[in-house]
């Protein structure tokens, strides 16, 4: 079974938790700025009605990537071809969109908790101020880095695509797989 990565390039099950990971993370920002935005709390009511079960969704994908990448798969090589100080930067964007996750995935928790969210969301109580909680203010700072390094992230990748033109984004895709000694 193509479950693990090998040298050179990323397993189906990594390339699979990476892209699904990546659109509901969309989902969420997209429906946590939404709610925000909105003083209607029935359109917030509507908006968490998908933030939270994405929410829960993405805790699972997380926890699931992470625990595959300290016990059961390696990443694969850098491709060798960038100046170290990019690998570093690269290295630790990676280990920063992870804190990040972390950091949203248990501020949300933590307000959810403290609020009584979920009572407001899917039963009758009336929606809470959410800015009245801390957590509320981690929550917003940490979704406004996650943008900025999402961003990085995804213009680092489409630059080695499209101007470096090496297998960067290429192995973070199903197909062909190689291997290097
Ligand atoms: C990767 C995980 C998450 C991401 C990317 C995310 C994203 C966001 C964003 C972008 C906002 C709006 C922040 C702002 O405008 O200042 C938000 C608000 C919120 N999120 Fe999350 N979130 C995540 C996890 C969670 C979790 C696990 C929960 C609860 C179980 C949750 C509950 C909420 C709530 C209640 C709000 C407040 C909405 C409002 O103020 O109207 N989030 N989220």
Redesign the pocket.
């Known amino acids: 079974m193509d479950n693990n990565s090998t040298n050179a390039s990323y397993s189906r099950t990594a390339v699979t938790l990476h892209w699904l990971g990546a659109i509901l993370?969309l989902i969420?920002?997209g429906?946590?700025?939404r709610?925000?935005?909105?003083l209607n709390p029935e359109a917030?009511a509507t908006?968490?009605r998908i933030?939270?079960p994405v929410?829960?969704a993405?805790?699972v994908l997380?926890l699931w990537r992470l625990g595959r990448w300290w016990r059961f798969d390696q990443k694969p090589a850098p491709l060798g071809n960038a100046p170290a100080w990019q690998e570093a930067v690269a290295i630790w964007t990676h280990r920063l969109l992870y804190v990040l996750?972390l950091v949203?995935?248990g501020?949300?928790?933590a307000?959810?908790v403290m609020?009584g969210?979920p009572d407001a969301i899917f039963g009758t109580a009336p929606m809470p101020d959410?800015?009245e909680y801390a957590p509320?203010a981690v929550?917003?700072f940490a979704?406004?880095l996650?943008v900025a390094l999402i961003a990085l992230h995804a213009g680092a990748a489409l630059f080695h695509h499209f101007v470096k033109r090496d297998a960067t984004l290429r192995r973070m895709w199903f197909g062909k797989r190689a291997s290097v000694p």
């Open positions: 993370i969420l920002l429906t946590g700025f709610s925000d935005m909105t917030k908006f968490l933030h939270l929410a829960v993405v805790l997380t996750l949203m995935l501020s949300g928790i307000l959810s609020s969210a959410f800015l509320r929550h917003g979704a406004t996650l």
